[in-house]
């Protein structure tokens, strides 16, 4: 197997990990927030690791990028739909949304109230999670199923 093939699967099968761990974390900052629930250590656990998940695939993701056949730079670039959604649409979108989750990470760090982390969670986090599904939608291969 290629380092090339080997690191698509492996980040089209993360992409599960990542949105499991985004569902559980958006699922759980919702109820505590709209439940006037306390900001507990599993809280915190679980955002963290939600947000590592998500850089780990953006790394995977960038290592990709470089590799990629369908990343290309000349005039049909834009012309082409496979071609526009890999070397343009795929990566904007998951960098905004990946930004988007990052902030409200930070946000919820530096909140004093239990309500505002959860509050700064849910809506950022939510945020992101829809960018991505929009963004993995527009390739037309839907949201379950390997690449390729």
Do not use: C
């Amino acid at each position: 197997m290629s380092a090339y093939k080997f690191l698509l699967e492996l980040h089209s099968g993360f992409r599960y990990i990542v949105l499991v761990l985004l569902l559980l974390a958006i699922i759980r900052a919702w109820a505590d927030w709209l439940g006037n629930k306390t900001y507990s250590e599993g809280n915190r656990k679980l955002n963290l690791f939600t947000l590592i998940s998500v850089h780990t695939q953006l790394l995977i993701g960038l290592i990709l990028y470089f590799m990629s056949p369908f990343v290309q730079f000349n005039s049909d670039t834009m012309k082409v739909h496979d071609t526009r959604y890999w070397t343009v649409e795929h990566l904007t979108g998951m960098i905004i949304a990946i930004v988007l989750i990052t902030i409200g990470h930070s946000r919820s760090k530096k909140m004093l109230s239990p309500m505002l982390k959860h509050k700064s969670i849910a809506i950022f986090y939510t945020l992101g999670l829809v960018i991505i599904a929009a963004v993995i939608v527009m390739s037309g291969r839907g949201l379950v199923g390997m690449t390729h």
